[in-house]
């Protein structure tokens, strides 16, 4: 069930059954010389739309910009300050909780999202602390990458040249959900560097083509296929278990 697709009333009888909602969470910015600008949150998002097709879980809207000043190099890329993503993502949290959501679970896309998802955690179980009270709703964050079964899966297909960013794994979750936007280059190395990451400046001058320790040539849509039909069924039993 997609929330955006549904009407107040249909979601207010659905909360007298179940309380829980999963929130596709990403980034839009660039993803090395072939990866689409939206590659963060389009993984997350195909994959909880392809597990509402099959098992019985609400998908809300995606949260589809983050925190990725150090792609600002690049165009396209767009951001929000580790701040405002904190307070945002607070306020989707308290929107939902109000109306009586109790388990709000963000599917993420973007490593660079994590502290501020961990901390926005942090300031709403703050908020209960110091008013003395309890917290009334859960919050959990999982990296579709970590859903169960999926790691293994990308090693797996991708021993070697995998890296942290313009993965082969995420190009390929987006090839196959749009196979009409697969793109093709050179890649020199075939190998991106590694490192670490600062301000975006920074960023562009030590991986001038965007990638970080990938060779997106890898990816295919049926790679992507492969993935994505894992991450969908085990995203319910995600979800139900571990509050
Ligand atoms: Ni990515």
Same mark, same amino acid.
């Given at each position: 069930?997609?929330?955006?697709? !549904?009407?107040? @009333?249909?979601?207010?009888?659905?909360?007298?059954?179940?309380?829980?909602?999963?929130?596709?969470?990403?980034?839009?910015?660039?993803? #090395?010389?072939?990866?689409?600008?939206?590659?963060?949150?389009?993984?997350?998002?195909?994959?909880?739309?392809? @597990?509402?097709?099959?098992?019985?879980?609400?998908?809300?809207?995606?949260?589809?910009?983050?925190?990725?000043?150090?792609?600002?190099?690049?165009?396209? !890329?767009?951001?929000?300050?580790? !701040? *405002?993503?904190?307070?945002?993502?607070?306020? $989707?949290?308290?929107?939902?909780?109000?109306?009586?959501?109790?388990?709000?679970?963000?599917? +993420?896309?973007?490593?660079? +999202?994590?502290?501020?998802?961990?901390?926005?955690?942090?300031?709403?179980?703050?908020?209960?602390?110091?008013?003395?009270?309890?917290? #009334?709703? @859960?919050?959990?964050?999982? +990296?579709? $990458?970590?859903?169960?079964?999926?790691?293994?899966?990308?090693?797996?297909?991708?021993?070697?040249?995998?890296?942290?960013?313009? *993965?082969?794994?995420?190009?390929?979750? *987006?090839? $196959?959900?749009?196979?009409?936007?697969?793109?093709?280059?050179?890649?020199?190395?075939?190998?991106?560097?590694?490192?670490?990451?600062?301000? @975006?400046?920074?960023?562009?001058?030590?991986?001038?083509?965007?990638?970080?320790?990938?060779?997106?040539?890898?990816? !295919?849509?049926?790679?992507?296929?492969?993935?994505?039909?894992?991450?969908?069924?085990?995203?319910?039993?995600?979800?139900?278990?571990? $509050?």
């Amino acid at each position: 069930m997609l929330l955006h697709l !549904s009407t107040w @009333a249909e979601i207010e009888a659905r909360l007298a059954a179940d309380r829980s909602i999963v929130i596709p969470i990403g980034s839009n910015e660039q993803h #090395g010389p072939t990866g689409l600008l939206g590659t963060d949150w389009l993984c997350p998002e195909i994959i909880a739309h392809e @597990a509402q097709k099959t098992h019985d879980i609400l998908v809300g809207p995606t949260f589809n910009i983050g925190m990725a000043q150090h792609h600002l190099g690049f165009p396209g !890329s767009i951001s929000l300050r580790p !701040s *405002t993503f904190i307070a945002a993502i607070g306020d $989707w949290a308290r929107s939902l909780a109000v109306q009586g959501f109790q388990r709000i679970y963000f599917l +993420n896309g973007h490593g660079g +999202n994590i502290a501020s998802i961990e901390a926005a955690f942090s300031e709403i179980y703050a908020e209960a602390s110091f008013a003395g009270r309890a917290r #009334g709703y @859960a919050l959990r964050l999982r +990296n579709w $990458w970590e859903l169960p079964g999926v790691q293994a899966l990308c090693a797996r297909l991708y021993p070697q040249g995998h890296g942290s960013h313009a *993965t082969p794994s995420e190009i390929a979750v *987006t090839q $196959w959900a749009y196979p009409g936007e697969v793109r093709t280059a050179s890649y020199a190395p075939q190998i991106a560097p590694s490192g670490p990451v600062r301000e @975006a400046a920074d960023f562009r001058a030590r991986y001038p083509d965007g990638r970080m320790g990938s060779d997106p040539a890898q990816a !295919s849509p049926a790679a992507g296929g492969e993935i994505v039909a894992l991450a969908a069924r085990v995203l319910a039993d995600d979800l139900a278990a571990g $509050w």
